[in-house]
């Protein structure tokens, strides 16, 4: 607030640019993105950093294409156990179908929920990160 008591007009998050994961040994991370999740990640940076780049139209203006991109970083130093904790939910158009094809892979489904609006799931990668798949209803 500024003095008087007049609220401030401020500005808003309008988006997500980019999610960003840092790892121990980002190539084989990368490469279980894309063996499981079917993600063709590029490689960048002489292999320190893989990514691709999710375009899509904008809300209220369709002739403009705006983009979130997925990235997983080689990190610097040992991450270890004290890594901090995020989640990235990811979109699945069959989630029932989807789980199915990661079990036969061997990933463990930690727990699974429905709800009025979606259907969840939650799996770890391998280098801990917990994951949250969502089916919209």
């Not at 500024?2 to 999610?19: L, M």
């Not at 940076?45 to 997925?70: P, T």
Request: charged share 25%.
């Amino acid at each position: 607030m500024t003095s008087g008591g007049n609220p401030e007009k401020r500005i808003s998050v309008d988006g997500i640019g980019g999610v960003f994961i840092y790892a121990d040994n980002a190539k084989a991370l990368s490469l279980w993105y894309a063996q499981h999740f079917g993600l063709q990640l590029e490689t960048y940076e002489d292999g320190k950093i893989f990514g691709i780049e999710f375009k899509h139209r904008r809300l209220g203006d369709s002739s403009q294409i705006e983009s979130v991109v997925f990235s997983i970083n080689q990190s610097k130093t040992h991450l270890g156990e004290k890594r901090q904790e995020a989640m990235v939910n990811y979109r699945v158009r069959d989630l029932p179908a989807f789980l199915t094809q990661l079990k036969a892979d061997g990933i463990e489904i930690e727990k699974t929920e429905d709800f009025d609006y979606g259907r969840f799931a939650w799996i770890r990668d391998p280098e801990g990160n917990q994951i949250e798949l969502y089916q919209p209803l």
